[in-house]
């Protein structure tokens, strides 16, 4: 007879390294598309994580989240990424409306001696599927962006790296006294993520 329990799956540091780097792609396109940033039209239904998500078409902007991803994944193998974080702008006036803020904690010991560590990837889905659903929902909590805008993403690396050539040094672009919003987090049990997103605050708040 089988038993019930779930099985852990070994989870090494280059397969945890594509798990989160992997999510951080969906995420930044369910972002984009939930926030307006690019037209509906612009995106195709694809099923992940047991979820519909979308995904863009433009040639692009796929080229620069893939490079991105590929990015993330070699930062995050050798342990000396610490945060990424997907900005929304203003188009006209460059300011700053959003930061979805993705925190990572790496186990340093699985980096320095080559371990592996334990968990089942339904578990790891399970807390990826909370993220995705309140990424999709946060038209219900996040002001409405009424102007076109941008995006561009910040890496938050060890000082003693290099920055690579399609990247450039950049300050934080923060928000000025923002509203925060604080989301689910996963955990490969090599690299946990933490997301948060902060919001400029209305005026109208204020009244």
Not at 81 to 106: D, G, P
Not at 130 to 157: G, K
Request: net charge negative; glycine share 2%.
């Amino acid at each position: 007879m089988a038993s019930k329990t779930a099985t852990k799956d070994v989870i090494t540091l280059k397969g945890s390294a594509a798990i989160v780097s992997e999510f951080f792609g969906y995420a930044a396109n369910s972002i984009l598309y939930n926030r307006g940033v690019y037209p509906e039209e612009c995106f195709v239904k694809v099923k992940k994580y047991g979820l519909p998500m979308l995904l863009i078409e433009d040639d692009a902007v796929k080229a620069f989240l893939a490079c991105l991803t590929s990015q993330i994944s070699e930062w995050l193998e050798s342990g000396k990424l610490q945060r990424v974080v997907l900005v929304i702008m203003s188009k006209a006036s460059s300011e700053v409306l959003e930061r979805w803020n993705f925190n990572i904690e790496t186990d340093n010991e699985v980096v320095e001696k080559g371990v592996s560590r334990a968990k089942s990837d339904k578990e790891i889905m399970r807390e990826i599927q909370a993220i995705m659903r309140q990424i999709a929902s946060s038209i219900t909590y996040l002001p409405c962006l009424d102007e076109p805008c941008v995006f561009d993403v910040l890496a938050y690396t060890d000082t003693d790296l290099e920055i690579p050539v399609t990247w450039m040094e950049s300050d934080a672009k923060l928000i000025l006294n923002p509203q925060m919003v604080k989301l689910h987090s996963f955990d490969t049990k090599i690299h946990k993520v933490d997301t948060l997103v902060s919001y400029k605050n209305d005026e109208w708040d204020e009244q």
